[in-house]
């Protein structure tokens, strides 16, 4: 299969640590980045290359992958991190861009 | 500072074509990047149009690929898309992004603010 698999949902309690996984076999080959996006804005990177942050992403945000299965990692979560988050890659051809669908991140 | 930013009509009729473009600006577009669009419907997740190269070279997603044309102008900076027969199914905010592909490695680094595009009569 060439899609990628977010949980639809994920709560944490403010200053907690959560885990955001997306799964699919493209991510065999390709590691996954991951955008951050808030309601009526456009998307922003905050993890690339694996575990990659860029300038002015808060070290709160970390990445991880183990098969298949790419993760993003928020610890210390803050209520301005409440937003969506997307992971992406490649599939397998590398011809093609995937996105997974999407995780709505609620900071309790 | 590179900045994209999208323009094109706001409102397009069903079986039209929707007609974008993405100027860049702060650098060349003829770099090692994929230049890429991707659409939002509304309430929805976001979903791989297609990219070009600055060599004309494209790559576009197989279920738009029959109803997709994505160009890039070297000379006045900026690629486009062109979306032919569209349905209710393809309104949605439309983006525009820097990537950057490698061995292993994919990822948006830069995006537009977005164009929303209604289809409606």
């Known amino acids: 299969s060439s899609e990628l698999t977010q949980d639809p949902a994920v709560s944490v309690a403010l200053g907690q640590t959560v885990r955001i996984t997306c799964q699919g076999d493209?991510?065999?080959?390709?590691?996954a980045s991951w955008y951050l996006q808030r309601p009526g804005q456009a998307p922003v990177l905050v993890i690339y290359?694996?575990?990659k942050r860029p300038s002015g992403i808060s070290d709160r945000f970390s990445g991880s992958s183990s098969g298949n299965t790419a993760s993003l990692t928020i610890t210390g979560a803050q209520a301005e991190d409440e937003a969506d988050f997307y992971c992406s890659s490649r599939d397998a051809s590398g011809k093609h861009v995937v996105f997974g669908g999407g995780t709505k991140l609620t900071v309790l | 500072q590179v900045q994209l930013q999208e323009s094109g009509p706001g409102l397009v009729k069903p079986s039209g074509t929707l007609s974008l473009t993405c100027a860049v600006s702060?650098?060349?577009?003829?770099?090692?990047?994929?230049w890429t669009w991707v659409r939002q419907p509304p309430g929805k997740g976001l979903e791989w149009i297609g990219e070009v190269y600055h060599s004309g070279s494209t790559d576009y997603n197989p279920s738009l690929k029959s109803r997709v044309l994505i160009s890039v102008d070297k000379s006045k900076n900026y690629f486009s898309l062109r979306l032919t027969s569209l349905t209710a199914a393809d309104t949605a905010v439309y983006f525009c992004a820097r990537g950057f592909s490698g061995v292993g490695l994919n990822w948006f680094d830069l995006w537009g603010q977005g164009s929303l595009v209604i289809v409606s009569s």
């Open positions: 702060g650098a060349s577009i003829n770099t090692s990047n994929w």
């Open positions: 493209g991510l065999r080959y390709y590691y």
């Open positions: 290359d694996k575990h």
